[in-house]
């Protein structure tokens, strides 16, 4: 049964879903890769049916084997090319960790940045995620919108950089006081 639950998080289907859950299919059920419904419906950035488990008590920080949650699979899909800013933004809500680390320390904010989706850097910046944390190779969240010359992701972070005191060679500011870092994206919005 919790193989038709995989299903309909993955489809977006809620009525499905709903009568999974109904059934007594339990949102903490895990597939083959040790993903929950949660993460597969994230993914696919699907409002309706990311709520509905929220609300069945799916935990919103579960990890896949490999550091995978909820969060980080909405941050950033690299199969759609975007990130799901609305499904962030419950998840953050119901208290996922805005920087959990998947394989090699990436956070969500470096899948945002490094696939380019502004709105979702932007809103994981103003939620207080860390844009100073290094993955394990010792590259941040600008470094890899650098890389790929997203210049909305890369002005967004370096304003919240320079909130924190970080001066543009990279070197801190001692006489800053450190703040969380706000920033307001006045670009138009990019569609994917």
């Not at 890769?33 to 935990?59: P, R, S």
């Not at 959990?100 to 945002?112: D, H, N």
Request: aromatic share 4%; proline share 3%.
């Amino acid at each position: 049964m919790s193989q038709e639950l995989f299903a309909a998080a993955r489809a977006g289907d809620l009525a499905a879903l709903q009568t999974q859950l109904a059934a007594g299919v339990s949102p903490a059920a895990v597939d083959e890769a040790g993903e929950t419904a949660l993460m597969l419906a994230a993914q696919g950035g699907h409002v309706a049916v990311v709520k509905a488990l929220i609300a069945a008590g799916a935990d919103v920080n579960a990890a896949s084997p490999q550091g995978w949650t909820a969060l980080a699979k909405a941050a950033y899909n690299g199969e759609t090319e975007r990130g799901y800013v609305e499904v962030v933004e419950l998840l953050a809500d119901a208290g996922a960790n805005l920087d959990a680390r998947i394989f090699f320390g990436i956070t969500p904010l470096m899948l945002a940045a490094g696939g380019g989706d502004a709105s979702v850097v932007e809103y994981l910046i103003n939620r207080g995620a860390d844009v100073l944390t290094p993955n394990e190779g010792g590259r941040t969240a600008r470094m890899m919108a650098n890389d790929r010359f997203y210049v909305d992701v890369i002005n967004l972070l370096t304003e919240a950089e320079r909130q924190l005191g970080v001066q543009e060679d990279g070197s801190c500011s001692s006489t800053k006081s450190v703040v969380k870092p706000q920033v307001v994206n006045l670009l138009k919005p990019t569609t994917h």
